[in-house]
C-alpha cells in the first residue's frame, strides 16, 4: 500500500445555485474510530448531486459532492477493523449516510436509514468526488474481486435503492413489475427484477434508454415506449404476458415509478391491477395523482428509500451472480465540467461517473 499524501484533488460546492463544482486541493482527512479512508476508485453522479448544485439541500456549504463512492481501505483505527471486520486494502462500496445518530426511535427499533439526524455524504457533509474520502466502517460493504469501482458506485445509491423498491413490491416469481423510468434506477431494475424471476414491463417515451434495455442480456418481457403507445394498447400487450388460464385482473401486479415527470405517472397506474402496489422512488416537486387510482383502483402507494448495508450486500451479490451491468460514462476529476454537462443531455444511457482508474 503507497503511502498516503497530504493533500488531495477534490470537487467542492461553494455556493449554490453553481453550474458546476471547483476542482480543489485540499487535506486528506483523518480517521476516527468509525470511520475509515478509503481511496476513491470510482464515485457516482446522481440526480441530486445536480439538486445539490441548485440549492435544493440548503446552503450547508462548502461541501465535497457525491454519495456513491467505491474504493479501497487505505486507513482504519484498529477499533473499527475488529469491530467490523475490515482491514486495509479491502476493497468496498459504501452507503451514503454519515453520523447516524444511534439514539432516535429509528436507530433503536426501525432502521437506522431513516435516521432523522444522520447527515448525507454530498449533501451535508463531505462525500466522495475527491482523491480520498472518510465513509462509516459499519456501511462499507466488500466487493468481489471481479467488479470495478465503475460498475459498484452506481450500486451504492441507484443499485441498492431500485433493489430495495423491488423487495418492497413483495411480488413472486412469475408476477409482472413495471419499471416506469429507464434511466440509471430504471435500466438496473429492469435486470435485478428478471434476475429475481419476476415478468418485467419497461416503460419509457426516449428511444435511447429503450435501445438500451433491448440490447441487455436481462431484457424486460415488454417495453413500452409512452411515445408511441395508448394506453389501451399498452394493456393489451400486459395481458399478453399472463399465463393461460389467468383468471385476475389486468395490469401489472406492482409499478415502480423512477421518473419525475407526473404525466408519466398517470400512464403508469392506468397500466396497473386493481389492488395493486405502486412504489415512489421519483422525487418530482410535487405529485400529481388522480383520485380514482386510488379510490376506484384501490392502489397502494408506498415511498422507498435507498437502503441498508444488508441491501447494498444483496444488491452486489445479485448484481455479481447475474453479471449485471451499469452503463457507465466515466470522466476524470479534471474534466468535471463535461461530467456535469453531459447529464443535461436528454438521450445519455446509463451513469455518469468520476473515475480515478
Ligand atoms: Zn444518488
Ligand atoms: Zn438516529
Same mark, same amino acid.
Given at each position: 500500500m503507497s503511502e498516503i499524501p497530504k493533500s488531495m484533488k477534490a470537487l467542492r460546492i461553494?455556493?449554490?445555485?453553481? /453550474?458546476h463544482y471547483r476542482l480543489e486541493i485540499l487535506d486528506v482527512p483523518q480517521i476516527n474510530d468509525e470511520k475509515v479512508l478509503l481511496k476513491i476508485g470510482s464515485a457516482g453522479l446522481c440526480h441530486t448531486d445536480l439538486m445539490v448544485l441548485e440549492g435544493s439541500f440548503g446552503d450547508n456549504l462548502p461541501i465535497i459532492g457525491s454519495h456513491e463512492p467505491a474504493g479501497t481501505v487505505v486507513d482504519i483505527s484498529k477499533e473499527s477493523s475488529e469491530k467490523y471486520g475490515l482491514k486495509i486494502g479491502d476493497r468496498v462500496a459504501a452507503l451514503l449516510? /454519515?453520523?447516524? =445518530? +444511534?439514539?432516535c426511535s429509528d436507530c433503536k !427499533? +426501525?432502521?437506522? /436509514?431513516? =435516521?432523522?439526524n444522520s447527515k448525507y455524504g454530498g449533501i451535508n457533509i463531505d462525500g466522495y468526488f475527491a482523491e480520498y474520502a472518510l465513509v462509516e466502517a459499519k456501511h462499507c460493504v466488500i466487493i468481489p474481486d471481479e467488479m470495478s469501482f465503475e460498475q459498484a458506485a452506481p450500486l451504492t445509491c441507484a443499485g441498492v435503492t431500485i433493489y430495495t423498491a423491488i423487495k418492497k413490491a413483495n411480488l413472486e416469481s412469475g408476477q409482472i413489475i413495471a419499471i416506469s423510468g429507464l434511466g440509471a434506477l430504471g435500466t438496473l431494475g429492469v435486470q435485478m427484477a428478471k434476475a429475481m424471476g419476476l415478468k418485467v414491463v419497461g416503460i419509457d417515451a426516449r428511444s435511447q434508454p429503450i435501445e438500451l434495455v433491448k440490447? !441487455?442480456?436481462?431484457?424486460?418481457d415488454l417495453i413500452i415506449d409512452g411515445s408511441k403507445i395508448k394506453e389501451e394498447e399498452a394493456m393489451k400487450e400486459i395481458i399478453k404476458?399472463?399465463?393461460?388460464?389467468y383468471e385476475g385482473w389486468d395490469g401489472v401486479d406492482a409499478t415502480i415509478l423512477?421518473?419525475?415527470?407526473?404525466s408519466s405517472h398517470s400512464f403508469a397506474l392506468n397500466l396497473t391491477r386493481r389492488h395493486g402496489h405502486i412504489i415512489l422512488v421519483a422525487q418530482p416537486p410535487e405529485l400529481n395523482f388522480n383520485f380514482k387510482n386510488f379510490i376506484f383502483q384501490d392502489l397502494t402507494l408506498s415511498g422507498s428509500l435507498h437502503g441498508n448495508e444488508i441491501d447494498l450486500k444483496e444488491t452486489i451479490n445479485l448484481v455479481h451472480k447475474n453479471g449485471i451491468i451499469s452503463e457507465v460514462q466515466k470522466f476524470s476529476i479534471e474534466n468535471h465540467e463535461k461530467m456535469v454537462d453531459?447529464?443535461?443531455?436528454?438521450?445519455r444511457k446509463g451513469k455518469i461517473v468520476l473515475s480515478f482508474e
Open positions: 461553494h455556493k449554490a445555485p453553481s /453550474k449516510p /454519515k453520523d447516524v =445518530c +444511534g439514539k !427499533f +426501525g432502521d437506522w /436509514k431513516y =435516521c432523522a440490447s !441487455f442480456k436481462l431484457k424486460p404476458l399472463r399465463p393461460e388460464g423512477t421518473a419525475d415527470p407526473t453531459a447529464t443535461s443531455n436528454e438521450q
